[in-house]
């Protein structure tokens, strides 16, 4: 193994002033720059960002043509506050990791802020009706006809429902506290986890940024059960490392690790089984080094918990999950395998000009090159036992190019590694945040050791981390959510995920559960498919191509009357504007249809809809002027 | 003895408070959000207090408090769906004073004292005063935009009607009753009239709805259903909007 040069050893190995915060007093005021306004000012000036978000959203509710500049200034210097707190030399280690919180705190409120009214996520509404009928039933794992597999994991639902009986408030405002809670849970969590591997607090600060402004991110900002799994995983993480490093008492570490791993196990299944999966590999590689191998057991005390719990919840309380898990890995391995891979192209929508395109690509490879200089700072650093779980961190970083061919080799690739991602960033976030803290110190150094007359190249050279922190946080917020068609709200899209979501179509999905019961067999749109299925409790139908058609034709053909009696549909949810507006997803129906080509092919006619109308037999039970609801009993469909 | 496990007594003493809050029924929210809140937290915060935690820095001890919380919540939800009581109000409030009650116990039996987090605050300068209160504003002013904004959306007004026949499989039959139901979401009062047409009679009815409200009328099924147009105003072409009761021209009722 090659040796760390000189000048590369006395940047890490020499305390840095940043990690101690005992900066000497002169060369604190000799950094002291007319824009260093201390903490409290960093406060004011993020939440003065913060509201600037919060008003573009505002304008965009009422299309206001500056709402998007307002929006995009608003996010970046957001960013880049806490990264200058977090980056600059003098700054204190409780500057940094309230910087980071208090960047976390301000997404959390944003994410509300494109919604404050009510859950409008597909995927949030379906965790809200687990949470609706625990509240229902005073009972968990009741059918979840959106999420069959939710009621098995009531982790979300239970703690929601806590805050929700204990305090009456509604499920809404009960929802978003647990996420704003949850929220700041995982970056204090990821900050205590990656100062464990890094011992810096500037790379714990700076791992922590690229870890919350990673485009996986935006989706543990929403009431889902991820988001409450997440920050308990990374707390066994956390323990798991102190119980195995721990002079005295691991086993209280241990106890608390394996108490956290049931939260997660109970929480979300791919949590819990990305939880096993980076415990048993941590486990591996400190039994695979001698100097470690002695504390390794501990870990395996932890990993085999873990792997235990699991095994046990997926066998007695949840055998669903087999096949809820299973179905989409082996679609994606055939995929692969008979090259039907997704490649890079984005989800349609998912991101608006070209160059938002070439950005989503430029973050992974920054992220992959960044990560790839870590891995060589790590292992060309003194090969001392405790850098062990560093040097682990770093071999696991490599999981990203893993995802990365996930991504472009599996068919259905972008949902899975995107899905993935969010584990993947534990060890990138990490090793990034190490790097540029390793950077950020050897320019220090050499900036010491060299004259006034080089000033200028230290400067260029920190020009590129400031680049790269930027291009990161572009990429993470064009290829995260929302999408690129509703990065603002207040324009409906058709079939659009959150501006899809209108009162007309919200009032049809609700009055479809007092007046229909629930369970009813329901096919319609996207928008339909959702709202009916989490705000009207109905067993909507989709993913079938033989139905689409059925839909989109104009006419009622014996073949389509039989697509829809022989998956017992009962009700059709007929909207206007599907015959008005392009798909914005790139299909009118639910599912990972986009690939299917009747869902794609040709546009609904308002002959298509006007069917229903004339087919005898049919009755119009609903009408909203825009939202229709037919009962097809008695009609050629349901014979 | 009790001197020294006065901390303790004190936590039992306000969990069994907040209980006895939340078991009142009707208890307003001022009194239930902080009683609930309290008792959904205490819980963890005495589990953080007796764990040794006196060696954990602020931040690792504020996530072990909420770890903790959250954790013994979704455990416990687990634990009261097996019981008959089930989860409600109820069932969480004395769960979570036994939960801290037990735990209070432990840390009793194990002469382990419970010690308070010392938060040691700076003193606060007049610029970082005001820069915290214009934080707090601008926070503030961002909840208010927000909340207006939304409330205030261009969304499109509508009327919605509704028919539904009676009956537990809803199949339409004749005999049966159906219900008509026109709510106002025009965002303003509206005048209306509604036609009924079946196979031996016209009926019209005319009535106002303020935004929001509902009319709602019960009608007896005969055979070939009923077709229900509703218009605004005196709108005489084109139903505004349309729906009817068919189901294969309606069976008998046997």
Redesign the interface.
């Known amino acids: 193994m090659r040796l760390a040069s000189a000048a590369d050893r006395a940047a890490v190995t020499t305390p840095r002033c940043s990690e101690t915060g005992n900066e000497p007093r002169s060369e604190v005021a000799a950094e002291r720059r007319p824009w260093d306004v201390g903490l409290p000012g960093w406060f004011a000036v993020m939440s003065c960002l913060t509201l600037v978000v919060c008003l573009a959203y505002s304008g965009g509710r009422s299309h206001e043509r500056w709402a998007p500049v307002a929006y995009w200034i608003g996010e970046v210097l957001l960013f880049s506050a806490p990264a200058y707190v977090v980056m600059r030399r003098t700054s204190s280690w409780p500057a940094r990791y309230v910087s980071v919180l208090l960047y976390a705190a301000d997404l959390s409120l944003i994410s509300w802020a494109y919604s404050p009214d009510m859950f409008r996520y597909s995927d949030e509404l379906q965790h809200q009706r687990s949470l609706l009928n625990i509240l229902a039933s005073h009972h968990d794992f009741q059918l979840n006809y959106s999420l069959p597999i939710g009621a098995h994991y009531p982790g979300l639902g239970n703690v929601t429902a806590a805050v929700v009986q204990l305090t009456g408030i509604s499920p809404f405002a009960a929802g978003q506290i647990l996420v704003f809670i949850s929220d700041l849970l995982v970056s204090v969590a990821v900050l205590m986890l990656f100062r464990e591997i890094t011992k810096s607090e500037r790379a714990a600060a700076a791992g922590a940024l690229v870890f919350l402004i990673g485009r996986d991110q935006s989706l543990f900002r929403l009431y889902v059960y991820e988001t409450l799994a997440l920050p308990f995983l990374i707390l066994v993480l956390y323990l798991a490392l102190k119980a195995a490093g721990a002079r005295h008492g691991w086993r209280r570490y241990a106890v608390l690790a394996c108490a956290s791993a049931l939260v997660t196990t109970i929480t979300h299944h791919v949590t819990a089984i990305a939880q096993a999966a980076i415990l048993v590999l941590l486990a591996v590689g400190l039994t695979l080094r001698p100097a470690t191998r002695r504390h390794s057991m501990r870990v395996w005390t932890v990993a085999g918990t873990a792997v235990v719990m699991l095994c046990l919840w997926i066998a007695l309380v949840a055998p669903e999950t087999f096949s809820y898990l299973g179905d989409p890995i082996e679609e994606a391995i055939r995929g692969a395998l008979a090259g039907r891979g997704a490649g890079t192209k984005t989800v349609a929508g998912a991101q608006g000009e070209p160059i938002e395109h070439w950005l989503s690509l430029a973050g992974p490879l920054v992220t992959v090159v960044i990560s790839a200089i870590g891995i060589k700072w790590i292992y060309t650093r003194s090969d001392d036992s405790s850098w062990a779980t560093t040097r682990i961190w770093a071999l696991g970083s490599l999981s990203l190019v893993l995802l990365l061919v996930v991504r472009v080799a599996a068919s259905g690739g972008t949902e899975l590694a995107g899905r993935a991602l969010a584990y993947s960033s534990l060890f990138t976030g990490c090793v990034v945040g190490y790097a540029a803290d390793t950077y950020a110190a050897r320019l220090v150094e050499r900036r010491r050791r060299r004259t006034e007359r080089h000033f200028p190249r230290p400067i260029k050279r920190a020009s590129v981390v400031a680049a790269s922190g930027m291009l990161l946080c572009l990429s993470g917020l064009v290829s995260g959510l929302p999408p690129a068609y509703e990065r603002l709200p207040g324009t409906f899209n058709v079939d659009g995920f959150e501006s899809g979501v209108d009162p007309a179509n919200i009032s049809a999905a609700r009055w479809s559960l007092p007046a229909l019961g629930p369970g009813n067999r329901v096919f319609g749109d996207f928008t339909a498919y959702a709202l009916f299925a989490t705000l009207g409790n109905q067993n909507t139908v989709h993913g079938d191509n033989a139905l689409y058609a059925a839909f989109k034709a104009t006419t009622v053909r014996k073949t389509d009357a039989d697509a829809f009696s022989r998956l017992n549909v009962r009700y059709v949810v007929t909207d206007r504007r599907v015959t008005e507006q392009a798909p914005v997803r790139g299909t009118y129906f639910a599912g990972d249809d986009t690939s299917s080509a009747a869902s794609v092919a040709g546009h609904i006619t308002p002959k298509a809809l006007q069917k229903f109308d004339q087919a005898r037999g049919i009755s119009r039970l609903y009408d909203n002027g825009f939202v229709r609801v037919y009962d097809l009993w008695g009609s050629v469909y349901v014979p | 003895m009790f001197r020294r496990s006065l901390t303790e007594i004190l936590a039992v003493a306000l969990a069994s408070l907040c209980c006895l809050v939340?078991m009142v029924s009707g208890?307003p929210?001022v009194l239930?959000?902080p009683?609930?809140?309290l008792?959904?937290f205490l819980p963890g915060i005495v589990a953080v207090c007796q764990?040794?935690s006196e060696a954990m820095g602020g931040?690792?001890r504020?996530?072990a408090v909420?770890?903790a919380s959250?954790?013994i919540?979704?455990?416990?939800?687990?634990v009261l769906?097996w019981l008959p009581?089930?989860?409600?109000?109820r069932s969480?409030?004395l769960a979570?004073l036994l939960t801290t009650t037990l735990l209070v116990v432990g840390a009793i039996a194990r002469r382990q004292r419970c010690s308070l987090p010392k938060m040691r605050l700076p003193r606060p300068a007049a610029?970082?005063?005001i820069?915290?209160m214009?934080?707090?504003?601008?926070?503030l002013?961002?909840?208010v935009?927000?909340?207006?904004?939304?409330?205030?959306?261009?969304?499109?007004p509508?009327?919605?009607?509704?028919?539904?026949p009676a009956g537990p499989l809803?199949?339409?039959a004749v005999g049966s009753d159906a219900t008509l139901m026109v709510?106002n979401?025009e965002h303003g009062f509206m005048h209306y009239r509604l036609v009924i047409v079946t196979r031996s009679e016209h009926v019209t009815r005319n009535f106002s709805l303020k935004d929001g409200a509902t009319y709602e009328q019960s009608l007896a099924l005969t055979k070939g259903?009923f077709t229900a147009s509703l218009y605004r105003g005196d709108e005489e072409s084109k139903p505004?909007?349309?729906?009817?009761?068919?189901?294969?021209?309606?069976?008998p009722q046997s």
Request: hydrophobic share 55%; charged share 15%; proline share 0%.
């Open positions: 939340l208890a929210l239930t959000i009683a609930g809140l008792l959904a764990a040794r931040f690792a504020l996530a909420i770890a959250l954790g919540l979704a455990v416990l939800g687990c769906t009581g089930g989860i409600d109000r969480w409030a979570l610029r970082g005063v820069s915290v214009v934080g707090v504003l601008a926070l002013g961002a909840v935009v927000s909340l207006q904004s939304a409330s205030q959306a261009d969304n499109e509508f009327t919605e009607i509704s028919a539904v809803h199949r339409a709510t979401h259903g505004y909007r349309q729906v009817w009761l068919r189901g294969g021209d309606l069976v």
